[in-house]
Structure formats: structure tokens, C-alpha cells
């Protein structure tokens, strides 16, 4: 596939960053996935003004305008669809703070940021149908990351243990809670659980990442008038639910039919899984 990496367009396995780079040392850096379809891409104004933030939170000063990074997406989509007939593309954008001459933690004065972006292929949108869709099962953990998970930083390693502990649990993916037993997001995804047909998820702030199929989910469904709240909810609260579901750039809005081994209402995919996904998808572009 074809990569971006500070200014070029060239083949990924050409790229090479020095190992001497903060994102390499430290995780010192900001990153974004925004999904496309058919050349289309999804929420990227939203995915761009997210990435600003970060920047900001981090003090990196934003290497590029919006309609620059627009541009070099596009570019990627250009130069990377024959490669992806299904035509389902993802873009992963990722600007470190840069490479340093010497491993020191405070942020240096005299670095420019390292910019790379790449394609990959993403899965298909989800089916509009509770019948066609593969649904996920996931375990729950207590949250163990840091308190900035509003910022989309490369420091994964948190995200990356609670993942794999799903994994090593034979599911999909860890759903996770803070020490009040509230629910906070999963550790590469927002949760939704629906009780009594409304829907609910948990509020913005430190503790979840603003996810993009998360906001423009919310709009969706209050435009479809499908009853959205955004409210804490426990992990008590999520076992004794109708419906779970996961949001995210890949997987969109996913079912969840098992939940630490407990089956959600009687296993199957919902109702209301199915009117939020058509309206997601009515709504998306
Ligand atoms: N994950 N919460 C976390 C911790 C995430 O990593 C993600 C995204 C989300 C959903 O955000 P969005 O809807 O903007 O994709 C929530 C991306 C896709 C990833 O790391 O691959």
C-alpha cells in the first residue's frame, strides 16, 4: 500500500522513521482512524477537529489545515482503491511531536512533527439487518488506564491490555468501569446499552475518548426519534440490559449479545440494534 510520511506519498514498506522519534520513546504523539466508503469518507470534519484538540491538549502545533489533511486523505484513498476493490478503506493519520537527538522527557524546542499516514482495509459497513450481523461477545474489566482518555494519544499500552484480555478470554473485546462501577467506554470502542427502548451512553468526559460513530450516532438517532440519553449507567445496569452496543470507526455500531460471560436480555440481537444501525447508516455521510 501506499504511506504518507512527512510530505511524501510512498510505499509503506519505504517508510522508515528514526528510532531516536518521541512516538518510538515515548507514545508521545496523537493518531485518528477515519473510516471510508466508496471513496466516502465518514465524520472526518469531526475526526479532524478531534486530532486538533489532542494536538492542542499536547502542545503540538498542528502541522497542517484542515483542507490539507482532507487533501492528503484523499490522496491516500486515490492512490491505495485498486488495492481495496471492496472499496471499504480506513485511514489511520498519526503525528508524533518528532525526532529528537537525545531521549529526554521534557518536550524539546527545536523539533518539527513526524506525519504519517496509511490505508488499510476495513471491514465492510454492518449489515441493516439483526439476521445478517455477527455479533460480539466481551469481557469486563475495571478501567486501569490514566485519567486523560478524552485524548486520543499513541500510548496505547493500557487500551492494548485491556484488549488482549478479552482476547485471552476467547471475545471480541473488554467493556471496562471505573471504581464506582460506572460504565465507561471499552478499550477501542464507546458503549451504548439500550433499557425499556431508550438509549443510553455514558457523558463526555476524561475518562472516554469522543468518539466520532458515537456523536454522529447520538444525531442519527435523535433525527430518526429514537429516545437517546447521555447518562452514567453500572455495570449492573449493563448485565440487566435489553441491548449493548459498541461504536467505533471500524466497526460502526456493533451488537453485543454476552457480556463477562453473562448473556444480555435472551442472546440475540435486538430490535432497537436494528432501527439505530439503519438510521446510523441513513445519516452517516
Ligand atoms: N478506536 N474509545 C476508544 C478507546 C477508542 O480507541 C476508539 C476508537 C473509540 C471510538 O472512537 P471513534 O468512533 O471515533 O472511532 C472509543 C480506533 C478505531 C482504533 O484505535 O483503532
Given at each position: 500500500?501506499?504511506?504518507?510520511?512527512?510530505?511524501?506519498?510512498?510505499?509503506?514498506?519505504?517508510?522508515?522513521?528514526?528510532?531516536?522519534?518521541?512516538?518510538?520513546?515515548?507514545?508521545?504523539?496523537?493518531?485518528?482512524?477515519?473510516?471510508?466508503?466508496?471513496?466516502k469518507?465518514?465524520?472526518?470534519?469531526g475526526?479532524?477537529?478531534?486530532?486538533?484538540?489532542?494536538?492542542?491538549?499536547?502542545?503540538?502545533?498542528?502541522?497542517?489545515?484542515f483542507?490539507?489533511?482532507?487533501?492528503?486523505?484523499?490522496?491516500?484513498?486515490r492512490?491505495?482503491?485498486?488495492?481495496?476493490?471492496?472499496g471499504?478503506?480506513?485511514?489511520?493519520?498519526?503525528?508524533?511531536?518528532?525526532?529528537?537527538?537525545?531521549?529526554?522527557?521534557a518536550?524539546?524546542?527545536?523539533v518539527?512533527p513526524?506525519?504519517?499516514?496509511?490505508?488499510?482495509?476495513?471491514?465492510?459497513?454492518?449489515?441493516?439487518?439483526?439476521?445478517?450481523?455477527?455479533?460480539f461477545?466481551?469481557?469486563?474489566?475495571?478501567?486501569?488506564?490514566?485519567?486523560?482518555?478524552?485524548?486520543?494519544?499513541t500510548?496505547?499500552l493500557?487500551n492494548?491490555?485491556?484488549?488482549?484480555?478479552?482476547?485471552?478470554?476467547?471475545?471480541?473485546?473488554?467493556?471496562?468501569?471505573?471504581?464506582?462501577?460506572?460504565?465507561?467506554?471499552?478499550?477501542?470502542?464507546?458503549?451504548?446499552?439500550?433499557?425499556?427502548?431508550?438509549?443510553?451512553?455514558?457523558?463526555?468526559?476524561?475518562?472516554?475518548?469522543?468518539?466520532?460513530?458515537?456523536?454522529?450516532?447520538?444525531?442519527?438517532?435523535?433525527?430518526?426519534?429514537?429516545?437517546?440519553?447521555?447518562?452514567?449507567?453500572?455495570?449492573?445496569?449493563?448485565?440487566?440490559?435489553?441491548?449493548?452496543?459498541?461504536?467505533?470507526?471500524?466497526?460502526?455500531?456493533?451488537?453485543?449479545?454476552?457480556?463477562?460471560?453473562?448473556?444480555?436480555?435472551?442472546?440475540n440481537?435486538?430490535?432497537?440494534?436494528?432501527?439505530?444501525?439503519?438510521?446510523?447508516?441513513?445519516?452517516?455521510?
Open positions: 500500500t501506499i504511506a504518507y510520511l512527512n510530505g511524501e506519498f510512498l510505499p509503506l514498506s519505504e517508510a522508515k522513521i528514526s528510532p531516536m522519534d518521541r512516538g518510538f520513546l515515548f507514545g508521545d504523539g496523537i493518531y485518528e482512524v477515519i473510516p471510508s466508503y466508496a471513496g469518507p465518514v465524520g472526518l470534519n475526526h479532524l477537529a478531534r486530532m486538533n484538540d489532542g494536538l492542542s491538549a499536547i502542545s503540538i502545533t498542528n502541522p497542517y489545515s483542507e490539507q489533511w482532507s487533501d492528503i486523505l484523499t490522496q491516500l484513498l492512490h491505495n482503491e485498486a488495492r481495496f476493490p471492496e471499504n478503506i480506513g485511514i489511520y493519520f498519526h503525528i508524533s511531536r518528532g525526532t529528537d537527538t537525545k531521549r529526554y522527557h518536550y524539546p524546542d527545536n518539527s513526524t506525519v504519517f499516514g496509511f490505508a488499510f482495509a476495513l471491514p465492510p459497513a454492518q449489515p441493516l439487518s439483526k439476521d445478517a450481523v455477527k455479533p461477545k466481551v469481557a469486563l474489566q475495571e478501567d486501569k488506564r490514566w485519567q486523560r482518555c478524552h485524548i486520543k494519544s500510548s496505547l493500557g492494548v491490555m485491556h484488549f488482549q484480555a478479552g482476547i485471552d478470554h476467547g471475545v471480541n473485546e473488554t467493556i471496562l468501569y471505573n471504581e464506582n462501577k460506572q460504565v465507561t467506554e471499552a478499550s477501542s470502542c464507546n458503549v451504548f446499552m439500550v433499557k425499556d427502548k431508550v438509549i443510553y451512553t455514558p457523558p463526555l468526559d476524561n475518562q472516554l475518548l469522543p468518539g466520532i460513530t458515537r456523536s454522529i450516532a447520538i444525531e442519527a438517532f435523535k433525527r430518526a426519534e429514537l429516545r437517546v440519553v447521555e447518562n452514567w449507567f453500572t455495570t449492573e445496569d449493563l448485565l440487566d440490559a435489553d441491548e449493548v452496543w459498541l461504536s467505533s470507526s471500524s466497526k460502526e455500531l456493533m451488537p453485543v449479545v454476552e457480556v463477562d460471560g453473562n448473556t444480555i436480555a435472551d442472546g440481537v435486538g430490535d432497537m440494534w436494528e432501527a439505530a444501525i439503519k438510521a446510523y447508516n441513513a445519516y452517516k455521510f
